[in-house]
């Protein structure tokens, strides 16, 4: 079994700063792409980050200049640097990962978190 498992999230002030962290465990041959997603209350799922293996990064427009996603790949984790936080920013933040797990032929599949709570007080 794969599982990803998020930490970091909390409460802060808005203008504050948060770092999310999550691991990949378990028997997982290569990860491809890792990221966050969020879910607002009352509302869809959305990108918030990703970042390859090759270190190519991809943000939304409404976290560019304020967050960063980085990766240790030999730890199999990705993190997410938040600076500068709105309260629209208030939202249950979701690790994925695409990964290979057991084999070099099984094709790839995404896993995701459990989830960690970000609530952003204005």
């Known amino acids: 079994q794969v599982q990803l498992v998020e930490f970091g999230g909390g409460l802060v002030q808005a203008g504050g700063s948060l770092r999310l962290s999550c691991a990949a465990s378990?028997?997982?041959?290569?990860?491809?792409?890792m990221g966050w997603y969020r879910q607002a209350p009352g509302k869809q799922r959305e990108l918030v980050a990703t970042?390859?293996?090759?270190?190519?990064?991809n943000y939304a427009d409404s976290v560019k200049g304020r967050f960063t996603i980085s990766r240790d790949n030999a730890k199999n984790t990705v993190y997410l640097q938040m600076n500068s936080l709105k309260p629209e920013d208030t939202a249950v933040y979701y690790c994925n990962a695409d990964l290979v797990r057991d084999s070099y032929y099984r094709p790839p599949s995404s896993y995701w978190g459990q989830g960690t709570q970000v609530t952003v007080s204005s």
């Open positions: 970042r390859t293996d090759g270190g190519s990064t």
């Open positions: 378990g028997r997982i041959i290569s990860i491809s792409i």
